[in-house]
């Protein structure tokens, strides 16, 4: 069982996240109401729907995190699932993305951000600066 496989799993029981189609139109996604969270895109990448604002406020944090892809301008992060503590990093992380849907609910009413998958720029996990 790969690692997002493993992480599906894992968050497919969450009660607050229901299994959808992607926006995106690639692999698998998770979301809470209307507001798409997760977007499970291969067996080792996912993009999390974090807000702009949440990012903002760990962004040092997660520019730290070798697991982490932030692309400028993007609301969505990228995480790079090889391990089980990236899926725990994940499992953190949609907590967070669903308590930042949950804290500005109007902003749901706003077209979806595209997420990351796709995006110009090539995220590897060996990417130095994070971006």
Same mark, same amino acid.
């Not at 499992?91 to 993305?97: G, N, P």
């Given at each position: 069982?790969? =690692?997002?496989?493993?992480?599906?799993?894992? @968050?497919?029981?969450?009660?607050?996240? =229901?299994?959808?189609?992607?926006? &995106?139109?690639?692999?698998?996604? %998770?979301?809470?109401?209307?507001?798409?969270?997760? /977007?499970?895109?291969?067996?080792?990448?996912?993009? @999390? +729907? @974090?807000?702009?604002?949440?990012?903002?406020?760990?962004?040092?944090? @997660?520019? /730290?995190?070798? =697991?982490?892809? %932030?692309?400028?301008?993007?609301?969505?992060?990228?995480?790079?699932?090889? &391990?089980?503590?990236?899926?725990?990093? %994940?499992?953190?992380?949609?907590?967070?993305?669903?308590? =930042? +849907?949950?804290? /500005?609910?109007?902003?749901?009413?706003?077209?979806?951000?595209? &997420?990351?998958? /796709?995006?110009?720029?090539?995220?590897?996990?060996?990417?130095?600066?994070?971006?």
């Amino acid at each position: 069982m790969t =690692a997002a496989s493993r992480a599906m799993t894992r @968050l497919a029981i969450w009660p607050d996240l =229901a299994e959808g189609r992607p926006s &995106c139109g690639t692999g698998r996604a %998770l979301r809470s109401g209307v507001v798409e969270i997760v /977007h499970f895109h291969s067996d080792r990448s996912v993009d @999390l +729907h @974090l807000t702009a604002k949440a990012i903002r406020r760990f962004e040092k944090d @997660l520019r /730290h995190s070798t =697991a982490i892809r %932030l692309l400028p301008g993007s609301s969505w992060v990228t995480v790079h699932l090889e &391990c089980e503590t990236d899926i725990d990093l %994940l499992m953190t992380l949609v907590s967070a993305a669903l308590q =930042a +849907h949950q804290r /500005h609910p109007g902003a749901d009413d706003a077209p979806l951000p595209r &997420c990351n998958d /796709h995006r110009e720029a090539t995220l590897t996990r060996g990417s130095v600066g994070g971006v």
